[in-house]
T-cell receptor, first 115, second 110 residues
Framework: AQSVTQLDSHVSVSEGTPVLLRCNYS??????LFWYVQHPNKGLQLLLK??????LVKGINGFEAEFKKSETSFHLTKPSAHMSDAAEYFC?????????????FGKGTHLIIQP | NAGVTQTPKFRILKIGQSMTLQCTQD?????MYWYRQDPGMGLKLIYYSVGAGITDKGEVPNGYNVSRSTTEDFPLRLELAAPSQTSVYFC?????????FGEGSRLTVL
């Protein structure tokens, strides 16, 4: 069985300061890991993905995430927050190789950017 | 390239009514999904399909039905609407691990 835990339901940072959104996973197999972003009243959009290549993954809009197998973590970071980053972020784990229903979503982290 | 298109975007139903949420994708993806999103609960999988003519239940299928007659279309049907089905519904298609989402359908059952 696989699961994913987003450690913070809400994160608030000031514009221009670093962002850290935490995600821990459990999986019996080599996982693929994803971060998705959802802006208000929109669908989810892929930010970045890890699929067993480089452990540091760069995504869109300056976000990156590091896969740490020893810590079973896949935290999302950005050096400098922008007001447009305010959104809901989802960490997703997938069994390596797919499986049509093998996707598990975290409950989401709401990122608030203070001016 | 439209991606994944869902209709309607908003709908209010009375208890016991039926309706169909439409989903179409133009990326020729075999895998398609229906999720519901409730506040603070993330996304829950309702049904999925691995190709035309093949569907299977997800985590929360009760009260819903789907069909997949073509690669492009994956409609979700609510037969007897209940207040517990008030939610935002997302359709998605998938390739190489990446999901592509529609913009959602907000359904309220009163």
């Amino acid at each position: 069985a696989q699961s994913v835990t987003q450690l913070d339901s809400h994160v608030s940072v000031s514009e221009g300061t670093p962002v850290l959104l935490r995600c821990n996973y459990s999986s019996s197999y080599s996982p693929s890991l994803f971060w998705y972003v959802q802006h208000p009243n929109k669908g989810l959009q892929l930010l970045l993905k890890y699929t067993s290549a480089a452990t540091l993954v760069k995504g869109i809009n300056g976000f990156e995430a590091e896969f740490k197998k020893s810590e079973t973590s896949f935290h999302l970071t950005k050096p400098s927050a922008h007001m447009s980053d305010a959104a809901e972020y989802f960490c997703v784990v997938s069994l390596s190789g797919g499986g049509a229903d093998g996707l598990t979503f975290g409950k989401g982290t709401h990122l608030i950017i203070q001016p | 390239n439209a991606g994944v298109t869902q209709t309607p975007k908003f709908r209010i139903l009375k208890i016991g009514q039926s309706m169909t949420l439409q989903c179409t994708q133009d990326m020729n993806h075999n895998y398609m999904y229906w999720y519901r999103q409730d506040p603070g609960m993330g996304l829950k999988l309702i049904y999925y399909s691995v190709g035309a003519g093949i569907t299977d239940k997800g985590e929360v299928p009760n009260g819903y039905n789907v069909s997949r007659s073509t690669t492009e279309d994956f409609p979700l049907r609510l037969e007897l609407a209940a207040p517990s089905q008030t939610s935002v519904y997302f359709c998605a298609s998938r390739t190489a691990g990446e999901l592509f989402f529609g913009e959602g359908s907000r359904l309220t059952v009163l």
